[in-house]
């Protein structure tokens, strides 16, 4: 506008055909950047800093975090499927694709004089129709653990090596069903998730307990319990100064001493209490106890529990706390004035392994453990770093399937019969919007094609078969990466989110309108005035 | 592990506190002594309370601090995350992914010449160790305790002069140790040296957000924190150095919050840095700064048990900068590097009372007789180098200082130097016969029968401050100042740091100073807190939408504003008469 021009001569402007161009260009540039992650045949993407930090990934989510996007543009799409793996934990590089094939669609129609208002209501119509879709091609069955394993191995085959995927899939699914119960919201913060740089990939496991990054910081403490006593508690067992004064000067040293022990007492009298009770509880020979504080424990303390065969383990994290009582039982205790068995957790094994300078309790074999932890071996900080990524997307994945108590054949079936649905219902609307269907349509198959692209085929040739063969056999055909030819997806287990291919759809259409109805670009910020 | 040692958790927020934390370190690194032979004198310094033992995978012994530091993205230049010394050697990449594996590297960036002398020698290290072990693997222990590094003497510390000004640009160039590979935290959000294009970091509330928002990072810094505060057998408190001008304040404050809640009887210093110079800053980046500031400082004052604004611009928000100027000092205020040492050294020093070997205070004892009456901020004045020369006496150059106190206040707005209420005073590297040698006859026969460093302050400060709560500790080893840090001294300062008549020639370097530093309860703060307000008031908040979106109220600012206003009543001296 002139107006800004006038005001700020440094303003740049870009105005209509022009401000849609800077749109597209940005857009694309983006889609062209990740269109080599999608599906498990996707590239992996090895990045390295200059200083040599390694990152090894193909998640799309996380791509765009480690990406520098100067385009406002583009930055704008990140921003928009970074946040569709915020709420459902997967599609991003799917949304990137998407939003950039719209665009490129539209902009054909758009290029022929086409006004962008038009087109972006088709977008709506098309967007409806799809949902519509989606609602017919979702299979509703019961949720069962299968179905889970096949959900789940969907989503980690895109992240990780097929062997590794497959070992990950079944702890992913077993955790989340350990920790779900039923008619209450799955909280996966239930899932702990602890790196250890050891051995290999492939010796990740599930442990039904908790395991903690700490032991007991006493040479005499047993390395190995059984049949223990949990007691979990947030009660400081250190010698700390309990009045705040200047304190710099004692008379003399014994006084000093005096004052030390007195405070000293009080901290005695509550690992006496402990001891005290654990002798009522531990009647017989054959049990063990452990204590595991959220506060501090200092070495005199250790040492009294010690001599009494106590395990303490000091400074839990808070987070722990809740997992702890929910995989052995029992209650965290704020003081000690009112214990009583019931507040004591189980655990059938509770042992110590040390690594380095790294130690790690496992706290195992709880009765019904409602809260887990996956043990992620690696043996390397980078390797960690990528699988814990992908166990994160596959319990995400896991959770929605379960909450959405249906799937979605995968494989880029859902698209193919989106399209087809979408051409048919082309031909009942009046007028120039149908142009706009088209279009959402045409862009929906970009899915499909990339897929069959990064696994070597033809995409032209791979959508007409798709096609055909949808035609033909009336139920979702999706592709077989391995051979290029059709396949039924739900037959070969290939599901994918419900929740995250509607996500998809609403996201990537309210965006790709946005930006088709930008007719004018403008920079003129406080910080171009800079100067 | 030492059986009594109170240990202390540094944490360190924002890329100047880095500077200053750099520093910082280089200089106890330097004091290392790794073999007990060398050893002279008693050990003063226990380095066990801001350093860890650890292990690596290979069993190797390491000592690295008990720091947790944070930067932002792209700020780290040369150095990894998670540094090289826990790296495991052997590390054939393995790679199943069955299809295409795409590199995409960023140019490796050069390193200086200090840094690849620092590589040089690690090698060095490496390979002699490797020597070593074949003969020695009986009584392994022991022996590779100090092997990792510095063991021999190679010639990085030795003689050779470093010029790093050019050089220099982010801390890392001129990180003189290993760090643990937990230390460092970067945050992804926000980029080092942005472009004009990406979101600078410069908003109070944009740190507050952060641990809210982003849970990954939570979940590391409470990972991080708990890894070394649970090893510690008697923790006596932390200490922050953050960068209290921009986001990181934010951080603090939050991260603060959070430790109060949890450890509320442990001591919580804080020390907030700004650079004495921002170059090419805008007018709307300085009152960002400056509304930063005011916020900062507010929660600091409230949260932590002692908070210490430090910079070397003694009028800092002002329209022009007024440095501090030390009378044997000639730093360029421009660059980081220097300013950050003189923090540095200060830092070292004042915080000698709880690192002792004996007698030690906690940090506890030491913020509560410094921050009592709600005067929680205090000031730091620090005299580099202490100058003494090198054919005078202790007692001589506390002489010619009678009139006026022989620091410099490294807090903005404390020129003043007023009776203090309360100092604590730590004077290092005067050496037990230096104090009264060629002392002339005239001198006071109350002087004249001193014997040791510590009655001769003890004197001198209830001299100069009869009114105030005088606390002095002494220490015989200097303050060492060898490379990488920056060549600032005059030339009238000579190698082991005394005065001299003779100019140093330009081929040497100081190896170490003197040093005196005094941390104040004092009236000074009270103009560094008003000036804060009235500055801070004069800002149409309003105009500010940034600070908005980032979550503040502007009630809560002017709530911040009044709270200042009380902060600085506090030290007015007229309630107490």
Known sequence: ?531 | MAGTTKEVVTIQLGHYANFVGTHWWNIQESSFVYDPGVCQGPKEINHDVLFREGETLQKDVTYTPRLIAFDLKGSLNTLRQEGTLYDITDEAEDLKWPSDVTLHKVDVTRKNEFLQDLDKQDLCLQQEKATQEIPHQEDEKGEHTGADRGDVTPDVFGSKLYNLDKSVSVWSDFLRLHLHPRSLTVIEEYQYENKEDSQPFDIFGCGQQLLCSNQKLKQQVEDKLHFFIEECDHLQGFQLLLDSYNGFGGLACHLLEDLTDEYSTKGLLSFGVTPAIFENSTRIQDTHRLITSALTYEKLANHSSLFVPLSLNSALWGRKPDLVSFPHLKYNALLDYHTSAVLGASLDTVTVPYRLETNAVSVAELTDMLGSHGRKVAALSASLPFPITDSGSLVETLMTHSDSLPWKPLTPYCAKCSMPFAQSSVLRGVHGNLVKRNLAPTAPKLLRDCSTVEEVMRLYLTDMCPESLNVSWSLQQACQVTAPFPHIFAQDVSVNGLLSQKARPDTLGVSSVPMLSSLQSSPDVASLVDHLHTEATRVNIKKFHKFFEAGLEPDDFTETLNNLETLAQQYSTDTLL
């Open chain 1, 1 to 531: 506008m002139s107006a800004v021009k006038s005001l700020n001569p440094k303003a740049e402007v870009a105005r209509a055909a022009q401000a849609l161009a800077v749109n597209i260009s940005a857009a694309r540039g983006l889609q062209d950047v990740l269109k080599s992650n999608l599906g498990p045949k996707g590239t992996m993407k090895m990045l390295v800093s200059g200083s040599g930090d390694i990152k090894l990934t193909k998640d799309g989510n996380v791509l765009l975090h480690e990406m520098q996007i100067q385009h406002p543009t583009a930055s704008l799409i990140a921003r928009v499927a970074t946040a569709q793996d915020d709420i459902t934990g997967d599609g991003t590089t799917s949304n990137v694709l998407i939003i950039g094939e719209l665009l490129k669609q539209a902009d054909l129609y758009i290029s022929e004089g086409l006004h962008p208002r038009i087109v972006t209501e088709g977008f709506e119509l098309a967007r409806n129709k799809a949902l519509e879709v989606l609602e017919d091609i979702k299979v509703v069955r019961e949720i069962d653990r299968d179905t889970l394993i096949n959900v789940a191995r969907t989503s980690l085959r895109t992240k990780v090596h097929p062997e590794l995927a497959d070992l990950l899939t079944e702890h992913v699914v077993d955790a989340v069903l350990a920790i779900s119960k039923p008619d209450e919201p799955i909280d996966l913060h239930m899932v702990e998730m602890m790196e250890m740089q050891h051995k290999t990939d492939m010796d990740t496991t599930l442990v039904r307990g908790i395991v903690m990054d700490h032991g007991a910081r006493h040479p005499d403490m047993k390395k190995r319990v059984e049949n223990a006593y949990i007691l979990t508690c947030n009660v400081s067992l250190e010698y700390e100064k309990s009045e705040v004064n200047a304190g710099f000067f004692y008379k003399s040293a014994t006084e000093r001493e005096k004052l030390v022990q007195a405070e000293r007492a009080f901290t005695d009298a509550r690992v006496a209490k402990i001891i005290e009770f654990k002798k009522q509880v531990c009647d017989e020979k054959n049990k063990g106890f452990v204590v595991i504080n959220q506060k501090g424990i200092d070495p005199l303390s250790l040492d009294m529990m010690a001599k009494e065969g106590i395990v303490a383990l000091r400074r839990a994290k808070r987070r722990n706390m809740e997992r702890l009582a929910l995989a052995c039982g029992g209650m965290a205790m704020n003081s000690l004035d009112d214990m009583t068995p019931e507040c004591l957790g189980y655990a059938g094994l509770v042992y110590e392994h040390v690594l380095g300078e790294q130690k790690y309790t496992f706290v195992e074999e709880c009765k019904n453990p409602q809260s887990v932890t996956i043990l992620i071996k690696g043996p390397n900080s980078h390797t960690l770093a990528q699988i814990k990524d992908a166990i994160h997307d596959g319990l995400r994945a896991v959770k929605n399937a379960i909450e959405d108590g249906s799937v979605i054949p995968g494989a880029g079936a859902f698209e193919i019969a989106a399209h087809a649905a979408l051409m048919k219902y082309k031909e009942g609307v009046k007028g120039r919007p149908r142009l706009g269907i088209a279009a959402y349509a045409d862009a929906l198959l970009v899915i499909p094609k990339v897929l069959a692209q990064n696994s070597g085929f033809d995409a032209q040739e791979t959508i007409v078969k798709l096609q055909e063969e949808y035609a033909a056999a009336g139920q979702p055909v999706g592709l077989d990466l391995s051979s290029g030819e059709a396949l039924i997806p739900t037959d070969v287990g290939i599901l994918d989110n419900y929740r995250v291919k509607k996500q998809l759809l609403h996201s990537c259409t309210v965006i790709a309108t946005n930006l088709l109805l930008v007719d004018e670009i403008m920079r003129a910020g406080l910080s171009s005035l800079k100067g």
